[in-house]
Each structure stands twice: as structure tokens, then as C-alpha cells.
């Protein structure tokens, strides 16, 4: 079994950081390389010193034969790429060095890919939050406040909105969060 090393832009890690997605989707690959289903995967940041972001497995549609083998002339999707998340450390990469890319889809061996896995650590238990996000909204019936309710999120987003997040069952240790990061929402403390 091989190990592959996918590397994902700046605008790609915020995106995989602010939104919780299963898989990553590549396309345009050179074709080189033919990762196939199963391959466990190493997702670094770009940049010129790369930062490990997530562990993976290569998916069903990984570079290998047609999907559909009732039709045997089916386009083969060798310029694509499924990654399917294992592992996340998006908030906290870890750093890697003594790797060589070779552009967004490289081999690794077994060795390298257990070393650099391991700096991750073991996996946080996991615990219950409760997230909120709160808009005084006008309107004339409650289906309707709801629907600009909805509005407002979709067009807002994660760049204007905060949201409230809390351990459950302490929810006076509440923190807002813009854009995935700690945001201070206080008007009277002078943020500098």
C-alpha cells in the first residue's frame, strides 16, 4: 500500500476549516500518479513551510478503474481525486519538514507518513457544545422571520456573523467566533 501527500491552497485550508466537510475533491491532476482506493493520505497546507492539516484515505473515485464496471468504456477519472477525512488538526497543525513535493499529489513512503502522523497525537475526546447564533429579526409571522433568518445567514456567513459557542452545561463560559477564531463582541473593550 502506498501513502500520498495532497497539498491544498490558503483559500482551500479556510474553506476546509470553517466547514465541515467528510471528503476533499481534486480534479485537474496531472495523472502521474495512480493513488488507489484505501491509500492513507497526509493533507498539508501550501506555503513554503507546509503544515499537516488532516490525515485521509484515498476514495472509490481515487484515480483507479472506471466506477462502473458494467461500463467498461466509461471516461476513467484519472484527473481526479476523492480524499475522505480521518483525522482533522485544522485549528492546530502540526509542522512537517524533511518532505519533498512534487506538486499537489505526491508519494510517500510508509515510514515518513507514520512519523508525521504521529506529531498530530492522539485524537481529543470528544465533547457536547452548544452553538447559537442570535439576530433580532423584524417581521410579521414567525415563518417569516424564519425565512430571513435564513437570508441573513446565507448571505452574511462566517465572515460577518458571530456565533456563540459554550460547553454543555456551562454555558457562562460562552465564546463568539468569527471566521472559526475567537472574536472579542464586547463594544465597550478596546480590542487591540
Same mark, same amino acid.
Given at each position: 500500500?502506498? %501513502?500520498? +501527500?495532497?497539498?491544498?491552497?490558503?483559500?482551500?485550508?479556510?474553506?476546509?476549516?470553517?466547514?465541515?466537510?467528510?471528503?476533499?475533491?481534486?480534479?485537474?491532476?496531472?495523472?502521474?500518479?495512480?493513488?488507489?482506493?484505501? !491509500?492513507?493520505?497526509?493533507?498539508?497546507r501550501d506555503?513554503?513551510?507546509?503544515?499537516?492539516? +488532516?490525515?485521509?484515505?484515498?476514495?472509490?473515485?481515487?484515480?483507479?478503474? %472506471?466506477? !462502473?464496471?458494467?461500463?467498461?468504456?466509461?471516461?476513467? !477519472?484519472?484527473?481526479?481525486?476523492? /480524499?475522505?477525512?480521518?483525522?482533522?488538526?485544522?485549528?492546530?497543525?502540526?509542522? /512537517?519538514?524533511? =518532505?519533498?513535493?512534487?506538486?499537489?499529489?505526491?508519494?510517500?513512503?510508509?515510514?515518513?507518513?507514520?512519523?508525521?502522523?504521529?506529531?498530530?497525537?492522539? +485524537?481529543?475526546?470528544?465533547?457536547?457544545? =452548544?452553538?447559537?447564533?442570535?439576530?433580532?429579526?423584524?417581521?410579521?409571522?414567525?415563518?417569516?422571520?424564519?425565512?430571513?433568518?435564513?437570508?441573513?445567514?446565507?448571505?452574511?456567513?462566517?465572515?460577518?456573523?458571530? +456565533?456563540? /459557542?459554550?460547553?454543555?452545561?456551562?454555558?457562562?463560559?460562552?465564546?463568539?467566533?468569527?471566521?472559526?477564531?475567537? %472574536?472579542?463582541?464586547?463594544?465597550?473593550e478596546d480590542?487591540?
Amino acid at each position: 500500500m502506498s %501513502a500520498w +501527500a495532497v497539498v491544498i491552497s490558503d483559500e482551500r485550508y479556510e474553506s476546509e476549516r470553517l466547514f465541515h466537510h467528510d471528503t476533499l475533491e481534486f480534479s485537474g491532476l496531472d495523472g502521474r500518479h495512480r493513488p488507489l482506493s484505501g !491509500d492513507p493520505v497526509l493533507v498539508l497546507r501550501d506555503g513554503d513551510d507546509p503544515l499537516l492539516v +488532516a490525515l485521509g484515505r484515498i476514495g472509490p473515485s481515487g484515480g483507479g478503474p %472506471a466506477q !462502473d464496471p458494467d461500463d467498461p468504456l466509461a471516461a476513467d !477519472d484519472a484527473g481526479s481525486l476523492t /480524499v475522505t477525512y480521518t483525522r482533522r488538526v485544522f485549528d492546530s497543525p502540526a509542522e /512537517v519538514d524533511g =518532505l519533498s513535493l512534487a506538486g499537489p499529489l505526491t508519494p510517500v513512503d510508509q515510514e515518513t507518513y507514520r512519523t508525521l502522523a504521529d506529531r498530530m497525537g492522539p +485524537a481529543p475526546a470528544r465533547s457536547t457544545w =452548544l452553538v447559537s447564533l442570535d439576530l433580532p429579526i423584524e417581521a410579521a409571522t414567525p415563518a417569516e422571520a424564519v425565512a430571513l433568518f435564513w437570508s441573513y445567514v446565507r448571505e452574511l456567513g462566517p465572515q460577518e456573523l458571530p +456565533a456563540f /459557542v459554550s460547553p454543555a452545561g456551562n454555558e457562562l463560559a460562552m465564546q463568539a467566533f468569527v471566521l472559526g477564531a475567537e %472574536a472579542n463582541q464586547d463594544p465597550e473593550e478596546d480590542d487591540d
